[in-house]
């Protein structure tokens, strides 16, 4: 079983930066896609950015250029560097591991608040 351990969330201004951080366990790490999405409310769950066991990448529209997603295999961990932070990127983040035919698992969601 994998777990997802989130962190780094919390409550910004507008234009402000956060770093979100993810530590998998429970499998390993170095062939699996990682992802990041997100739910606000009311709304449905979103994908945000996504990261290849070869390092490509992928971003949603609204964050290209400001959010930049990464990993370090050696750590088993992935991250969300969140930069120029808007109110509209207010919801609850959550850290995603997929590998074909094998798992398909989440973290509990961490919740980034970014005011006017």
């Known amino acids: 079983q994998v777990q997802l351990v989130e962190s780094g969330g919390g409550m910004v201004q507008a234009g402000g930066s956060l770093r979100l951080s993810c530590v998998s366990s429970?499998?390993?790490?170095?062939?699996?896609?990682m992802a990041w999405y997100r739910q606000a409310p009311g709304k449905n769950r979103e994908l945000v950015a996504r990261?290849?066991?070869?390092?490509?990448?992928y971003y949603t529209n609204s964050v290209k250029g400001r959010f930049t997603i990464s990993r370090d295999n050696a750590k088993n961990s992935v991250y969300l560097q969140m930069n120029s932070l808007r109110p509209e990127d207010t919801a609850v983040y959550y850290c995603?591991?997929?590998?074909?035919?094998?798992?398909?698992?989440w973290g509990q969601g961490s919740l980034v608040t970014v005011s006017s």
């Open positions: 429970g499998t390993t790490f170095s062939g699996n896609t």
């Open positions: 990261i290849g066991s070869g390092n490509n990448t």
């Open positions: 995603n591991a997929w590998r074909w035919n094998e798992f398909d698992y």
